[in-house]
């Protein structure tokens, strides 16, 4: 499947909150396309992990991730569980490259989803696929990392960030 054009900030349906899908067919077409604009945008920017429906204009449910190896097809996520306890970080997005957002998620989370063949599952996660997780799932609430700023001290341009912390692209 062909990568598609990943949405940007300022692009309404990105604010859209995304639809369950309710057959496992109907989610394969699109995950072999987030898969396939992954995989673009990781050549054009040399990062990234996971990527969620909206964001390629289609307001479903779904959410495509590669971490450490492993890859993660969810059909319509639900939290189960999101800890109190919370860690800080700059976020950056497919929808603005650019940005960098500091923000604060849950330390754990376990989610329920469905898989490609329609079976439930749970994902639990600490750290950074916890972040991931938290993510992409806002994108299905439309929710952006933007919107989760800690203040107007943060944000911040990719290349100010990393002249700031001494590291040369």
């Known amino acids: 499947m062909p990568s598609r054009r990943i949405l940007q900030l ?9 639809a369950p899908v309710s057959a496992p067919s109907a989610a394969i077409p699109v ?6 604009t ?8 040399g990062f ?6 909206v964001q390629i204009g289609e307001p479903l449910r779904l959410i495509y991730i590669e971490f450490e190896g492993a890859a993660y097809a969810l059909r319509n996520p639900v939290y189960e ?7 800080r970080l700059w976020d950056d997005c497919f929808s603005f490259p650019d940005l ?8 754990n989370v376990r989610v329920r989803y469905e898989d490609e063949e329609g079976k439930v599952r749970l994902v639990e996660a600490a750290g950074p696929l916890s972040e991931l997780l938290q993510h992409e799932i806002d994108h299905l609430d439309g929710i952006l990392a933007v919107d989760r700023a ?3 001290s943060s944000l911040s341009t990719r290349e100010e960030h990393m002249r700031q912390i001494g590291v040369a692209r």
């Open 38 to 45: 992954l995989h673009q945008f990781r050549r054009t920017h």
């Open 10 to 18: 300022g692009d309404p349906l990105l604010r859209t909150v995304s």
């Open 81 to 87: 569980f999101q800890s109190e306890a919370k860690f």
């Open 100 to 107: 960098l957002v500091y923000l604060e998620r849950s330390q």
């Open 48 to 53: 990234g992990r996971g990527i969620s429906a």
């Open 31 to 36: 995950f072999e396309d987030l898969r396939a």
């Open 150 to 152: 800690l203040d107007r």
